[in-house]
């Protein structure tokens, strides 16, 4: 199978849309196919990713207002001669946006038929960045996604959201986690002597620091007697977190084998972001055996069983997140019950067992296509 993957988001850059399209080329080539990435150029002096497993081709782009590190597509021929050089039987289109649309409307003119993975929630950031909109953006979203054959939501509560709002054929399609490289066994004890020295328990937020991520939430759990917060992440927030949260570590951006080390080495993970369609960092804490504080909202709705692998608390609620990370702060036994619960949880939850479920939504979209023209 011939697959064109259309981008607003591919490695250099770090985030859900980029690496989720990256593990998706991996997998396409794994299993004998052809893919060809296309995604906005990265920034000047970034490299675009030497390990990147097919041919990428880049668009032009410009940096958002406001929020460097995402770069917006601009006009270009460059999406449509790819999709006619590369003669792909489906375009996948990842959290369509700006270049997603255009890649949509040069499918349509082939006769391509189109999957629309639905990843970012728009309205919930029209919400937090203009006050208003969110009416809007699920005009733009219903738009987007009523043109393409199937939509794939990350989690049960972005697929009912989207049938919410009128957009038609909805399948569930969850994301994979690596659990080689994320795994308990990780855990540095150097690492945690270095975070914290006083053997203080060693609370973790891995992500964006932007407004929408609600990050200054763990203020309260800064102001905990033997709580250390560690912050992995950069972002526009950051000068702001750093006044917000006092006593906190921020540790930067980190990838890799690094990442996992700082994930097993956590002793409870919080998420504060209310707007997650799912929330890889989640699956990735608990992948590491780590105890989960996230909000009752979106994503990690599907991902934390209350009372079993974590804590879900009310989205947006300073003092709820507090208590959360007290109780387990105060509990060792119970971090340890809720990690290993974790761990067994996401073991089935590969790349590769979500990768094929990918191909088969493909082929129900080619067999579809087959079946609605006319002998």
């Known amino acids: 199978m011939r697959v064109v993957i259309v981008t607003e988001s591919f490695p250099p850059d770090v985030n859900g849309v980029a690496h989720c399209a990256l593990q998706t080329a991996r997998h396409l080539v794994d299993r004998g196919h052809a893919p060809l990435v296309v995604a906005p150029a990265p920034a000047p002096g970034n490299r675009p990713d030497a390990s990147a497993p097919c041919p990428v081709v880049h668009v032009p782009s410009l940096p958002l207002p406001g929020y460097p590190q995402v770069r917006v597509a601009l006009p270009s ?110 855990r540095d004890t150097a690492l945690r002597r270095e975070l914290a020295p006083n053997g203080e328990v060693i609370v973790g937020y891995v992500g964006r ?58 002793d409870v993970f919080v998420h504060t972001g209310p707007f997650e369609t799912f929330c890889q960092t989640v699956q990735e804490a608990m992948a590491s055996g ?48 809720y990690g290993a619960a974790g761990r067994a949880t996401v073991e089935g939850r590969t790349w590769s067992a979500i990768g094929d479920r990918l191909i088969t939504h493909y082929e129900n979209v080619l067999a579809a296509r087959k079946t609605a023209v006319p002998a």
């Open 77 to 186: 021929r460059r999406l449509a001669a790819a999709l006619v050089e590369h003669r792909p039987d489906i375009v996948h289109l990842a959290s369509p946006f700006v270049l997603g649309v255009r890649g949509m409307a040069a499918a349509a003119r082939l006769g391509i038929p189109t999957v629309a993975v639905y990843q970012t929630d728009l309205a919930g950031y029209a919400r937090t960045y203009m006050g208003a909109g969110e009416a809007a953006a699920w005009r733009r979203i219903r738009s987007v996604h009523s043109a393409s054959d199937l939509t794939l939501a990350p989690s049960s509560a972005a697929l009912t959201d989207l049938e919410t709002h009128g957009v038609p054929r909805v399948k569930l399609w969850p994301r994979g986690v690596d659990t080689v490289r994320f795994r308990p066994d990780h």
């Open 209 to 266: 620091l932007a407004p929408e991520k609600h990050v200054e939430l763990l203020a309260g759990a800064c102001a905990l007697d033997g709580v250390r917060v560690v912050v992995v992440g950069d972002g526009p927030s950051q000068p702001q977190l750093a006044e917000a949260l006092p006593g906190a570590v921020f540790l930067g951006r980190r990838t890799g084998d690094d990442l996992a080390r700082f994930f097993a080495s956590l």
């Open 290 to 337: 780590v105890p989960v504080v996230a909000p009752a909202i979106g994503g990690p709705l599907d991902l934390v069983a209350h009372g079993h692998t974590g804590l879900l608390v009310p989205p947006r609620d300073a003092d709820a997140v507090r208590d959360a990370v007290r109780a387990l702060a105060a509990d060792p036994a119970l971090r340890a019950e």
